[in-house]
């Protein structure tokens, strides 16, 4: 048997071996052409004739002028070569930039003990733009990228607003009211219960720039010389006079609401607000009409007790509803009238401003349950009674009635907002004291005339009586009505 003979392979043609090293020369030629020395640049003649010149496109002429030269400023010194703490040094650099007294850092520094708290009243001025207040309700303490958070509104919708504190644009920082304690940023971001709402910012900025406008002096009314003795009261006695009002009302009850008699000539009534207390003591202090006089002040739960003296007397509710003598009739009209010309005889805070005695918040059953404004214009305080509809869609919202009375100038008077039978005390036929001033402040000056409308317990021809001792307001007491069916709060009961 034959040895088998080895697998050959055919050669094939001498096309295919040439197309094999066809790959190879080319590789061989690139190693050669990367190395290639750049071409020549021919100079561009400039010797041609005027007419070749012309024809050449100025991007492309030798004589063409040069665009204007970009300056490249040099390196700033670098602060690793001549600090040991470059972050320092560049934190301090930025400082002296954008906060060169450092009242913003002190501001916000931890350590201040009059520095910015959650839950304070801030007023942001920028450069540009319109200026920013709110309530704060968070402070990120980062250095140079520290920030607080803002909310012009805590219980409705409102606007929030993240502010660097060394911005470029802003101006100043300032605080407008500071909160009385620490406050939780959940009560303040999740508001579950009206009693930690502090009350709506414009009215705190309002309150200050009404503060800020001057002594009160350049504005027609003297100060008041008082202080407040709530302010100022030991613990020991505030202890004894609430432990006082709490047997005195389990023993005796109450005389009305919030009011406990505790002895023959005082009463203690509370909790009451701040308005009520300024108004007394204003009242007492300008006028010659009748009030409880102020014995001392504290705190206790949910506001300020104020013990004052009895007046003794009957209530000229009782009295008109049993039947009053017209004579009789006419000389408590007659003292009437003399209490409201003395109460509008008084010169207001400032011309157009709706607010307390003192210029602070108001409390009013016909504008709601909590403390409101001040106002620093009658226009201010008609917007918040229509519910911040403008003034020019008025008359297409509710008719031109409110639209005509709200576009009307009107004098302030001081009012005391709650001029009813029940709070006016009769003796020998006299009136022998005007109580309850919880409401009581400077407002335009129908008001005192449609609050005698404004109640639930209808008493025959009161209204009508006081009527006649004051200018006529019809348009408003028309104007007046028909807000008080539209809103719940303002004006939280409908009335005929």
């Known amino acids: 048997m034959a040895a088998p003979m080895p697998a050959m392979r055919q050669l094939g043609c001498w096309n295919s071996v040439r197309r094999g090293f066809k790959g ?95 839950g304070d009243v801030l007023r942001v001025t920028f450069k540009s733009g319109d200026p920013f207040a709110g309530v704060c309700l968070n402070i990120r303490s980062r250095g140079l990228d520290t920030s607080f958070l803002l909310r012009n509104k805590l ?33 303040l971001t999740y508001m579950r219960k009206p009693r930690h709402d502090m009350g709506s910012v414009e009215a705190s900025l309002d309150h200050c720039e009404l503060r800020e406008s001057g002594d009160q002096t350049t504005l027609g009314v003297p100060k008041l010389t008082f202080v407040p003795t709530v302010l100022r009261d030991p613990y020991l006695k505030t202890i004894i006079l609430h432990t006082r009002f709490r047997i005195a009302r389990s023993i005796f009850g109450s ?19 701040l308005p009520e207390l300024e108004a007394l003591l204003y009242i007492s202090e300008h006028t010659t009409i009748p009030v409880p006089r102020v014995r001392c002040t504290y705190n206790g739960p949910g506001g300020i007790y104020i013990m004052m003296d009895h007046i003794q007397g009957t209530d000229l509710e009782t009295l008109w509803m049993r039947g009053l003598e017209p004579k009789e009739k006419e000389i408590v009209i007659n003292d009437i009238a003399a209490i409201l010309t003395q109460l509008r005889a008084l010169h207001p805070l400032k ?35 229509r519910g911040g509809v403008p003034l020019e869609t008025t008359a297409k919202v509710y008719g031109d009635e409110i639209a005509s009375c709200h576009s009307n100038s009107y004098r302030t008077f001081f009012s005391h907002s709650d001029l009813a039978p029940r709070n006016i005390i009769i003796r020998n036929g006299r009136i022998a004291g005007v109580v309850d001033w919880a409401f009581a402040g400077w407002y335009p000056e129908y008001w005192d005339l449609t609050k005698a409308y404004y109640t639930s317990f209808k008493v025959p021809d009161w209204p009508e009586s006081i009527k006649l001792k004051l200018p006529s307001y019809a348009d408003e007491l028309v104007a007046e009505r028909l807000l008080w069916r539209l809103y719940d709060e303002p004006g939280n009961i409908s009335r005929n």
Request: proline share 10%; aromatic share 6%; net charge positive.
């Open 24 to 118: 190879q020369e080319l590789g061989r030629r690139s190693l050669y052409t990367v190395y290639s020395p750049p071409k020549e640049k021919i100079p561009f003649p400039k010797n041609l004739p005027q007419q070749f010149m012309r024809q050449i496109p100025n991007l492309h002429r030798p004589d063409r002028e040069v665009g204007r030269k970009i300056k490249v400023p040099p390196p700033p010194p670098s602060k690793c070569r001549t600090t040991k703490d470059p972050v320092a040094a560049f934190k301090d650099d930025q400082l002296a930039i954008y906060d060169p007294t450092g009242e913003r850092k002190a501001l916000f520094d931890k350590r201040n003990p009059q520095s910015v708290r959650v």
């Open 155 to 187: 219980t409705r919708v409102g606007c929030e607003m993240w502010i660097k504190v060394f911005s470029p644009n802003v101006q100043s920082v300032e605080i407008v009211q500071r909160t009385e304690k620490r406050k939780r940023r959940a009560r």
């Open 255 to 273: 005389l009305g609401p919030g009011v406990v008699k505790v002895g023959r000539k005082h009463v203690i009534k509370g909790p009451c607000q």
């Open 351 to 385: 011309e157009g401003v709706v607010a307390s005695a003192q210029g602070g918040a108001i409390l009013d059953c016909r504008i709601g349950s909590q403390l409101v404004g001040p106002f620093l214009s009658h226009s201010n305080f008609h917007s918040f009674l």
